[in-house]
């Protein structure tokens, strides 16, 4: 009987520990995010001379977010639990280049972003209002090994993740065309 005892004790400190370290790595991981590289940066972005992204909205998903500007500082990706995070050093939204785009997979974020399919639409918008529209055009889940979906282009292209799999080892990436007015 003790030694059935000492059997369940272990078991539930086991699965106690196990469940505490999830936690950890769901909500608390400052590298959740984060692909094992940092992109490479564009110019200096001025606030006021290019379109500022406020909101994220995809209207098949439900999903309609307000979009907080981050950094990687010190190879920490800043990331927010209220939105959407826009990678500052990523080209502005519409011009030439990969705007970064990242946030939790949590259900009240882009938890559903799993849903997507290509064709539907991303909508971002400015604080005065204005929008730009992209079309998703390709759908990938790859290790944070994998930094080549940050990489710079040359056309206007939209880049959103969010993790995916056990214990959030993988990213969820939509890249996105800009629609045509």
């Not at 909508?123 to 990938?140: C, D, N, Y």
Request: charge should be positive.
């Amino acid at each position: 009987m003790r030694k059935l005892a000492l059997l369940f004790l272990s078991v539930s400190l086991v699965c106690f520990v196990g469940a505490g370290y999830l936690v950890w790595q769901r909500y608390y991981n400052p590298n959740r995010l984060a692909f094992a590289t940092s992109p490479p940066s564009a110019a200096p972005v001025v606030r006021y001379q290019s379109f500022w992204p406020a909101r994220i909205q995809i209207p098949d998903l439900q999903i309609d977010l307000p979009v907080e500007p981050a950094e990687i500082k010190n190879g920490q990706w800043q990331v927010t639990s209220r939105g959407v995070s826009y990678l500052v050093s990523s080209p502005p939204p519409g011009q030439p280049g990969n705007s970064i785009f990242y946030g939790h997979n949590w259900p009240r974020l882009l938890g559903r972003l799993k849903n997507i399919r290509v064709g539907q639409s991303i909508i971002l918008e400015a604080s005065s209002g204005s929008q730009l529209k992209f079309t998703v055009a390709r759908i990938q889940i790859v290790p944070p090994s994998d930094t080549s979906v940050l990489l710079p282009t040359i056309e206007p292209q939209l880049t959103l993740y969010t993790c995916i799999g056990f214990s959030d080892s993988k990213r969820l990436v939509v890249t996105a065309l800009p629609q045509e007015p």
